[in-house]
C-alpha cells in the first residue's frame, strides 16, 4: 500500500494501517500532534485504517479546516462529559465544532447560567489532566436505540431514530462518557491541552423549531495555543465594542420595536447614511450603463409559481388572500424585473439590458435567527438583472466584478471569491447547468481572478459566483453575488430578435454588490466602529461656540457649512467647551470647529478632528476645501483617536 504525503513523498506499508500509525510511523512528534487526516481530500478520523493507495495529509490544530475543528469537536465532548459529572440530570442534545468554536445544546433540570462557566471549566480541566482515551464504536440500529434509551437520553434516541436505515451508528467512549458521535476526534483528552474557553450561554431551540423546548447552549472555543486563544478573546472584546445593534442605539441610527419584528425603523442619521451610500450606487450604476426602475412589493401567486420561487421557496414568503386570488410579498425582485423586459419587444440591439432595482423585498426569517441589521425580514437589495446573449456572459460578468471591486476598495474591504455549482434542488437540464457553470468559470479565469469551488451551493436556477468581503477584524461576510440563469427565460419565455431576423432567448444575470443593503449599513458600522468616513457619516462637522456670547457667529459657520452640501450641526447647550468636545467624540463625528472671541475677531475656526486632534486655525473657506476635497474623492482617514 503506497501513501503519498503532502509533500510528495510516498510511504509504503505491506499491510492495512491507521492514520494514526501512519502518522507515528513518519515521527514522534507529529503523531502527538495528529488531530485528523485527510484522505483523497475527505477529512477521515485518527482510527481511520487505510487499506489502499491514498493521498494522506496529517492535520494538526495549525490546519484550521479539519485539525482545529476536530480539536475544538472533541472539546465539546470534554465539556459534555463535565456537565453530566456536574448536573447528572441533564440531557445532551447536539455539540458540533462551528467556525470560531463549538457549542452544545443541554437539557438542564435548574437554570445553568455565565455564572457557572468557571465551575464548567474547572471540571474540563480535570478531565483533559485525566488523559482520557476516546475510543470509536459502532452498533446496530436497535442496540444504539436501546443504549441510549438505557442511558435516559431522549435528544440521541431522537438523532438516532431519524438517521437513514443504512447509517453507520458510531460513539466515541472517554472515561465514564459516552456520546453519539461520527467524529472525527482526538486520540486523547489531554489533547484538548489548556487553551479553551467558555465564551457565553444562549437559549436554543431543539432544532431550530420553535414549536419544540427551548435548550440551553453552551458557546466555547478551543485552540492549540494559549496565545491564539488570548488574540481571539481580544478580538472578541473588540468585535463587543463595534456591535452595531450597540453602536446603532448609541449613534442614532435604527432601531426595532416588538411591534415588528425583524423589521428595522431608519433613524433620522440612519437614513441619511442610507441615502449617502445609495446615492454613490446609483452614480456608479448610471455610469455604467444601468437604468433604474421600480417593481411592485406585492405580485400575484400565478407570476410566483411560474418563476418556481411558490414552490421551491414558498415557506420563507408571506403570502395573503384577496378578492382578486392569492398573492405574495417578493422575496426576490427578479420577477419583477421579467415582467418589465416583456413590457416592449426587445431587439439584439438593446442587449445588454442593465435594469437596476433597489428593491424592498421581505422573507419570513424564524425569529431565532434574527440579529440586528443583519438578519432581518424586510430589506432593500441592490439588485441588477441583466439581459444578455450567450458570447456576451465573459465581457459582463467582468463589469460586474469591477463594479463590486471598486464598491469594496471605497471601503478598504479585501474579499475572497467562490464559485457556487449545482444543488440538488435545481430546475434546467445537464446541458444547461454546464453551459451556465462554464460561462462563469470562463468568465474568472479570463479576469485572473482566484477562487474556489463550492460544489452544490448554486441558486435553484443556476450557479453563481459569492465574494466573501473581509473586515478590519479578519471576519468575513458574503455580500455580493453573481448568478447566471437559464432557467427563468425559458419558463417566462423571454424572447429578443436578434441579427439573424429570427428570436432567441436572452439569457439573465442576476446581480447585487451590497446584498442587503441594511445588513451591509450593519457591516460598515461595525467595521468603522461607527466612525464612518467623512463622505458617509451623518453628521460630518459639529460647530461648538466656547459660550453664548458666540452664537451668532457659530450659527454664521454652521449656515455656510450647510449651504456648501456640508452636513453640519451646532451644539448651542450651556455646558462646558470640553464636555462639548467629548459629546461629538462620543458621536463619532469628524470634524468639531470651535469658534470663541478670537476666531470671531479673525474671521477663523478651531479644526478638531477624530483622525488628529487638534489640527489649529484655519480660515473657514480652507476648512471647506479641505473637507470637501475628502468628501469628493471619499478619502478614509485613519481614527488616531478614542472617543
Known amino acids: 500500500m503506497k501513501i503519498t504525503l503532502k509533500d510528495g513523498s510516498i510511504v509504503e506499508f505491506d499491510e492495512p494501517k491507521s492514520i494514526i500509525g501512519i ?8 503523531a502527538r500532534a495528529a488531530c485528523a487526516g485527510r484522505v483523497n481530500g475527505e477529512v477521515k478520523d485518527l482510527r481511520t485504517v487505510l487499506t489502499e493507495d491514498a493521498q494522506l495529509e496529517i492535520l494538526t490544530a495549525n490546519d484550521a479546516e479539519g485539525g482545529l475543528s476536530t480539536l475544538r469537536h472533541t472539546t465539546s465532548h470534554v465539556m459534555a462529559q463535565a456537565i453530566k459529572h456536574l448536573y447528572p ?17 443541554i437539557d438542564f433540570v435548574s437554570p445553568v447560567t455565565a455564572d457557572d462557566l468557571p465551575k464548567i471549566e474547572d471540571e474540563m480541566k480535570k478531565i483533559i489532566k485525566e488523559d482520557l482515551a476516546l475510543e470509536r464504536f459502532e452498533l446496530p440500529r ?3 436505540l436501546k443504549f441510549m434509551e438505557e442511558k435516559e437520553e431522549p435528544y440521541k434516541v431522537q438523532l438516532i431514530q431519524d438517521l437513514p436505515e443504512d447509517a453507520v451508528i458510531s460513539f466515541y467512549k472517554q472515561g465514564d462518557f459516552t456520546d453519539l458521535c461520527a467524529g472525527p476526534h482526538l486520540m486523547s483528552t489531554k489533547g484538548v491541552g489548556k487553551a479553551f474557553k467558555l465564551t457565553s450561554i444562549a437559549g436554543a431551540y431543539w432544532r431550530g423549531d420553535a414549536k419544540n423546548k427551548m435548550l440551553t447552549r453552551i458557546y466555547g472555543t478551543a485552540f492549540a495555543k494559549k496565545e491564539d486563544l488570548e488574540a481571539h478573546l481580544r478580538m472578541q472584546e473588540e468585535a463587543k465594542k463595534r456591535d452595531h445593534r450597540r453602536l446603532g442605539k448609541e449613534l442614532g441610527l435604527f432601531m426595532l420595536s416588538d411591534y415588528g419584528p425583524g423589521f428595522p425603523f431608519f433613524l433620522p442619521k ?4 442610507k441615502n449617502t451610500l445609495l446615492e454613490h450606487w446609483r452614480k456608479v450604476h448610471k455610469k455604467n450603463g444601468y437604468t433604474e426602475i421600480s417593481t411592485p412589493i406585492i405580485l400575484n401567486r400565478v407570476l410566483w409559481e411560474t418563476s418556481g420561487h411558490w414552490e421551491h421557496y414558498h415557506d420563507d414568503m408571506f403570502t395573503l388572500s384577496t378578492e382578486d386570488g392569492e398573492f405574495a410579498i417578493k422575496p426576490m425582485n427578479c420577477p419583477g424585473s421579467i415582467i418589465v423586459y416583456q413590457s416592449e419587444p426587445r431587439s439584439y440591439r438593446d442587449l445588454p439590458l442593465r435594469l437596476a432595482e433597489l428593491g424592498i423585498v421581505h422573507r419570513n426569517e424564524k425569529s431565532g435567527q434574527l440579529h440586528g441589521l443583519m438578519r432581518v425580514r424586510c430589506f432593500t437589495q441592490d439588485d441588477s438583472h441583466t439581459y444578455i446573449t450567450q458570447d456576451q456572459i465573459k465581457d459582463e460578468v467582468r463589469r460586474i466584478v ?7 476598495k471605497l471601503f478598504n474591504f479585501t474579499y475572497g471569491v467562490e464559485l457556487s455549482t449545482r444543488p440538488e434542488d435545481s430546475m434546467g437540464t445537464d446541458e444547461e447547468w454546464a453551459a451556465a457553470e462554464n460561462g462563469l468559470k470562463d468568465a474568472l479565469d479570463a479576469l485572473g481572478l482566484p477562487y474556489t469551488i463550492n460544489e452544490g451551493d448554486g441558486a435553484f436556477y443556476g450557479p453563481k459566483i459569492d465574494f466573501h468581503l473581509v473586515d478590519c477584524l479578519g471576519r468575513t461576510w458574503q455580500c455580493a453575488t453573481i ?67 458666540f452664537e451668532a457667529y457659530a450659527k454664521q459657520v454652521e449656515e455656510t457649512l450647510d449651504a456648501a452640501g456640508i452636513r453640519a450641526e451646532i451644539d448651542l447647550r450651556s455646558e462646558k467647551i470640553g464636555y462639548k468636545i467629548r459629546e461629538a467624540q462620543l458621536q463619532k463625528i469628524p470634524y468639531m470647529l470651535v469658534v470663541g472671541q478670537k476666531e470671531e475677531e479673525a474671521g477663523l475656526v478651531s479644526v478638531r478632528s477624530r483622525f488628529a486632534g487638534d489640527e489649529g486655525q484655519k480660515t473657514l ?3 471647506l476645501s479641505d473637507i470637501q476635497e475628502e468628501i469628493r474623492e471619499k478619502t478614509i482617514r485613519e481614527n488616531t483617536l478614542e472617543a
Open 621 to 623: 473657506a480652507d476648512f
Open 402 to 408: 469591477e463594479i463590486v471591486d471598486g464598491m469594496y
Open 142 to 144: 436497535e442496540e444504539a
Open 483 to 549: 448568478q447566471l440563469d437559464f432557467q427563468l427565460p425559458q419558463r417566462f419565455e423571454l424572447e429578443y430578435m436578434g441579427e439573424d431576423g429570427k428570436k432567441h432567448r436572452p439569457i439573465m444575470i442576476h446581480r447585487v454588490v451590497f446584498g442587503s443593503v441594511e445588513r451591509f449599513i450593519g457591516i460598515l458600522t461595525e467595521h468603522f466602529a461607527g466612525a464612518f468616513p467623512t463622505w458617509l457619516a451623518p453628521v460630518q462637522v459639529k460647530v461648538l461656540p466656547i459660550s453664548d456670547k
Open 89 to 105: 440530570d441533564a440531557k445532551l442534545a447536539i455539540g458540533p465544532s462551528i467556525a470560531d468554536g463549538f457549542y452544545y445544546d
Open 23 to 30: 502518522a507515528e510511523s513518519i515521527s514522534a512528534g507529529l
Open 270 to 273: 440612519g437614513i441619511i447614511l
